[in-house]
C-alpha cells in the first residue's frame, strides 16, 4: 500500500464524485494486417503486464486517503468481430473498478485471417498520452522475441519521490499562482450551446463528447516549438471570438528521467493565460507565450489545487483545453503491417472544448472534442466553422490576433453571381488572390482535404450541396458551376 500520486488524487476526487464518465478512458487500437501469430501477441500482452505493475494496481480509500494497493490482474481477450466499431465503443465505455481492479484491459479481435486489432483500453489513472508510446513499443519488442531490460523505478517510488519534490517547491508555486490564477470566466464559442458555454466548470462533471478531426498544418519557425505555435494559434481564435483574455488548459509531463520507459500517469494539468493586444501577431503571442510556460514550467509538479488556497474540486481548469503529441516513429511488429490509432475517442469531454493535436510522420492532426449533452441537434456544420477558422489562424501566423474571421457569414453571397461566389472560396481554401475559371484545383495544389473544405463553405454560404466526385470529374471554377447547373434537382438551396 502507498501513497497515490497527487495526479491521481484529482482524478479519484472525480471519479467519487461520479463526474468523470468516460472521460478518464485511454483506448488505443493496433492494426495488424499478414500472418498474426496470436500465442506470442498474448504472451507479450503478458509480459507487459508483469513489466508494469502499475496496470495490475487499484486505487482505494484508507481512512480518507486514496492509496495505490495490488488490484485485479488485466484480463487478454481473444473474440472476432464482424463490427469493429461496435466493440471499440463497447470497449471504451465498459465502467472500470477503480477499487478492485483491473484498470486495463486488451482484446485481440480477429476481423480475418489475416487481418486482427488490438483493442487496449486502459484508465487514465494508471495510464498517459506517453505511456502509449511505451505500450507499443514494448508490446512489439516481445513480439519480436526481445528481453527489455528489469525497470529501476516503480510508479510507487515515483509519487513517494514526487510528494519529496512539491513539498520543497510550495511556498514559492503559492506565491507564483497567486499572482496569476482567477476563476475561469464565461468563454464564447461561435456554435457551441450557449447553455454550456456559461456553465460553472466547478459544478459540472464530464459531458457526453463528439468529435471532429481534421488535418492541419504549422509553418516551421525556428526560435518557437510547434506546440507553442499551436497554443498560440488556438488562443488567438479565441482572442478573435472576443474573449480578451484567453485562457487554455493543458497537459505538462512530470516524468523524470528515472521513469521515461514506464507506462503511468505522468502528467499535470496547468492552465496557461494571456492578455493579447489587438496589434499583436499570432507569431509575437507565440513568442510571448514561450517566455510564459518556461515560468511555468518551473512548477510543472504542482497542482494548482495545492497552489491556491480555497479552489474547489472541478474537472477541468479551464473551458478550453489543448494537448499535443508529438509521436515517434511506429515499432515493427515482425512480418506484420501495421498501424496504430493514437487519439480513438473515448466519447467524453471533461471542458467545453479540447484541442488535440497529434503530429506524426503523415502530417499534424487535429481532433476536437467536444460536449454534447442533451441531445442537441448536430453541431457539425458549425464544428467545421471553428476548424476553418483555426486553419486560417495556422496557416497565417504572421497575422493579427484581431482579425474578424466571422465577417465573411455575415454577408450573404450574391445569388446572381455562383461564379463569382464559388471562386472566393476557391482563391480563401487555396490562399490563391486569382483564381481563373479553367484552372484545374489540383495545378493549384489542391487534394482531398481542399475539396471537402470547399464543399463545407459552398454548403454553408451558398446553400449547395456538391458531391465529391465531381471536383474529381471536373475540377474547375467552371466545371463546378456546369455541374450545379447541369444536376438542379440534386441541388439543395435553402
Excluded at 495526479?7 to 468523470?20: F, K, L, N, P, S
Excluded at 520543497?168 to 458555454?197: H, M, N, S, T
Amino acid at each position: 500500500m502507498s501513497e497515490a500520486s497527487f495526479a491521481q488524487v484529482g482524478m479519484w476526487i472525480t471519479e467519487r464524485m461520479g463526474r468523470a464518465r468516460s472521460a478518464y478512458h485511454m483506448p488505443v487500437l493496433i492494426r495488424m494486417d499478414g500472418a498474426l501469430d496470436a500465442c506470442a501477441l498474448v504472451q507479450a500482452c503478458e509480459a507487459v503486464i508483469r513489466r508494469h505493475p502499475v496496470l495490475s494496481s487499484a486505487i482505494v480509500e484508507d481512512d480518507g486517503l486514496p492509496v495505490e494497493v495490488p488490484g485485479a490482474r488485466p484480463e487478454v481477450r481473444l473474440t472476432t468481430s464482424s463490427d469493429l466499431d461496435a466493440l471499440v465503443l463497447e470497449e471504451t465505455l465498459r465502467p472500470f473498478d477503480v477499487e478492485r481492479g483491473p484498470l486495463a484491459r486488451f482484446t485481440l479481435v480477429r476481423l480475418a485471417p489475416e487481418r486482427h486489432v488490438l483493442v487496449f483500453v486502459a484508465h487514465h489513472l494508471v495510464f498517459d498520452g506517453e505511456s502509449k508510446d511505451v505500450l507499443v513499443r514494448d508490446l512489439a519488442a516481445f513480439y519480436n522475441g526481445r528481453t527489455l531490460p528489469r525497470l529501476t523505478e516503480t510508479y510507487a517510488g515515483f509519487a513517494a519521490d514526487e510528494r519529496v519534490r512539491v513539498a520543497g517547491d510550495l511556498a514559492e508555486a503559492r506565491d507564483f499562482w497567486g499572482a496569476r490564477w482567477r476563476e475561469p470566466d464565461d468563454v464564447i464559442i461561435p456554435g457551441l450551446p450557449e447553455q454550456r458555454a456559461a456553465g460553472s466548470l466547478g459544478r459540472r462533471g464530464a459531458a457526453f463528447g463528439k468529435a471532429y478531426t481534421f488535418r492541419a498544418e504549422l509553418p516551421e519557425i525556428s526560435d518557437i516549438s510547434r506546440f507553442e505555435l499551436f497554443l498560440a494559434s488556438v488562443q488567438a481564435l479565441l482572442y478573435s471570438y472576443g474573449n480578451s483574455e484567453p485562457v487554455c488548459a493543458i497537459d505538462v509531463s512530470t516524468r523524470t528521467s528515472s521513469v521515461r520507459e514506464n507506462i503511468g500517469l505522468f502528467v499535470n494539468e496547468l492552465p496557461v493565460a494571456s492578455r493579447p493586444s489587438p496589434d499583436m501577431s499570432v507569431v509575437e503571442l507565440a513568442r510571448w507565450l514561450r517566455t510564459e510556460l518556461r515560468e511555468i514550467y518551473r512548477f510543472r509538479a504542482v497542482p494548482v489545487a495545492r497552489a491556491v488556497r480555497g479552489m474547489r474540486p472541478r474537472t477541468a481548469l479551464a473551458a478550453v483545453s489543448v494537448s499535443y503529441r508529438k509521436r515517434r516513429d511506429e515499432p515493427d511488429f515482425a512480418d506484420l503491417r501495421t498501424s496504430v490509432d493514437w487519439a480513438v475517442f473515448n466519447h467524453a469531454v471533461r471542458s467545453l472544448l479540447h484541442f488535440q493535436a497529434v503530429d506524426t510522420s503523415d502530417g499534424l492532426f487535429v481532433i476536437m472534442q467536444y460536449g454534447s449533452d442533451s441531445g442537441s441537434p448536430d453541431e457539425t456544420p458549425e464544428i467545421a466553422r471553428i476548424a476553418e477558422d483555426l486553419l486560417t489562424i495556422m496557416k497565417n501566423p504572421d497575422n493579427s490576433v484581431s482579425l474578424d474571421l466571422r465577417s465573411d457569414s455575415e454577408v450573404a453571397p450574391d445569388p446572381t453571381d455562383l461564379t463569382g461566389a464559388i471562386r472566393e472560396i476557391w482563391q480563401e481554401v487555396l490562399g490563391i488572390d486569382q483564381i481563373g475559371d479553367d484552372e484545374d484545383l489540383f495545378d493549384l495544389g489542391g487534394h482531398s482535404l481542399t475539396i471537402t473544405q470547399i464543399i463545407a463553405r459552398m454548403r454553408k454560404r451558398l446553400g449547395i450541396e456538391v458531391a465529391l466526385d465531381v471536383f474529381f470529374d471536373t475540377p474547375t471554377i467552371a466545371g463546378v458551376v456546369d455541374s450545379i447547373h447541369a444536376s438542379e434537382p440534386a441541388v439543395s438551396t435553402t
